[in-house]
């Protein structure tokens, strides 16, 4: 019983940049680690970066350097700044919450996902 709201997607010029925001809801208690997939049509869904709650971050070689995830366990967001993006960076971007160790209350699913936004990179 958690739900995960994106917003900030849009387009951008390469080499501009894009911040994309994740807001948790319902039973927050749930979540553990925070981050952000990606996914272009036919595609995987693949991973960008995520956080503990501790603060510990890592992202996939493609956007080190270039992104940087940030989480607010207060606010219960999550939030990713893309600098010097690239047209590869084109895509919808999702929030991911994983699940913390089973509880019934947080149901049975191993991770919660947003609805995604649109990332469009223009060359």
């Known amino acids: 019983q958690v739900q995960l709201v994106e917003s900030g997607g849009g387009l951008v010029p390469a080499g501009g940049s894009l911040s994309v925001s994740c807001v948790a809801s319902g039973r927050t208690e749930c979540i553990s680690v925070m981050g952000w997939y990606r996914q272009m049509p036919g595609k995987e869904r693949d991973l960008v970066a995520t956080m503990t709650s501790g603060g510990k971050s890592m992202y996939a070689e493609s956007v080190k350097g270039r992104f940087t995830i940030s989480r607010d366990n207060n606010k219960k967001t999550v939030s990713l700044q893309m600098n010097s993006v690239k047209p590869e960076d084109t895509a919808v971007y999702y929030c991911?919450?994983?699940?913390?160790?089973?509880?019934?209350?947080?149901?049975?699913?191993?991770?919660?996902w947003g609805q995604g936004t649109q990332v469009t990179v223009s060359p």
């Open positions: 991911n919450a994983e699940r913390i160790a089973p509880v019934a209350m947080c149901g049975s699913d191993p991770d919660y």
